[in-house]
T-cell receptor, first 115, second 114 residues
Framework: AQSVTQPDIHITVSEGASLELRCNYS??????LFWYVQSPGQGLQLLLK??????LVQGIKGFEAEFKRSQSSFNLRKPSVHWSDAAEYFC?????????????FGAGTRLFVKA | EAGVAQSPRYKIIEKRQSVAFWCNPI?????LYWYQQILGQGPKLLIQ????????DSQLPKDRFSAERLKGVDSTLKIQPAKLEDSAVYLC????????????FGQGTRLTVV
């Protein structure tokens, strides 16, 4: 069955430190991959997506993610975290075939940023 | 461009009452989704519309939940009767079409059933 695992329920990093949020998926083929961010009381905003091609993708707000097929992972990174990055982050996978969009979301990782 | 609009933002009802949520997607977006996000979990797709037709409602509890998208634009999601476990944030999202993979989300409606 398809699934998305975000192993870390929450992470705390110091402002200015680097960040890596983990995401592992189980899927029959290489899916479409997404990272979304959700600030308190807000909807989800797309940070970046991977469909094909270069396995290192750049997103908004200085985030990047690397797709590693051998590890079924799509980890999110940021070299220097800002206090405004405190939010919940969701990894999601969608089917690679056209004509449908049934995305599965992970349970999320809440990021805390300390001064 | 205007984003996905949802109302109300918050709703508190007693169990066994009914409630309805409204969503206005981004103009021109053919695909509309309703997600349920229970506290501490990721969003779960309830129903997907392509224009005014249902594409996927496999995870919609049809004994109490219903949704419609008249004229292929606005959509309403109804719960009748509500149960305590329906307490969640209900997110509406839209995308330009079936081939578009990115969904744009509204702010959601937080439902509390007491």
């Amino acid at each position: 069955a398809q699934s998305v695992t975000q192993p870390d329920i929450h992470i705390t990093v110091s402002e200015g430190a680097s960040l890596e949020l983990r995401c592992n998926y189980s899927y029959g083929a290489t899916p479409y991959l997404f990272w979304y961010v959700q600030s308190p009381g807000q909807g989800l905003q797309l940070l970046l997506k991977y469909f094909s091609g270069d396995t290192l993708v750049q997103g908004i707000k200085g985030f990047e993610a690397e797709f590693k097929r051998s590890q079924s992972s799509f980890n999110l990174r940021k070299p220097s975290v800002h206090w405004s990055d405190a939010a919940e982050y969701f990894c999601a996978v969608g089917p690679p075939n056209t004509g449908g969009f049934k995305t599965i979301f992970g349970a999320g990782t809440r990021l805390f940023v300390k001064a | 461009e205007a984003g996905v609009a949802q109302s109300p933002r918050y709703k508190i009802i007693e169990k066994r009452q009914s409630v309805a949520f409204w969503c206005n997607p981004i103009s021109g977006h053919a695909t509309l989704y309703w997600y349920q996000q229970i506290l501490g979990q990721g969003p779960k797709l309830l129903i997907q519309f392509q224009n005014n037709g249902v594409v996927d409602d496999s995870q919609l509890p049809k004994d109490r939940f219903s949704a419609e998208r008249l004229k292929g634009v606005d959509s309403t999601l109804k719960i009748q009767p509500a149960k305590l476990e329906d307490s969640a944030v209900y997110l509406c999202a839209s995308s330009p079409g079936a081939g578009q993979r990115e969904a744009f989300f509204g702010q959601g409606t937080r439902l509390t059933v007491v």
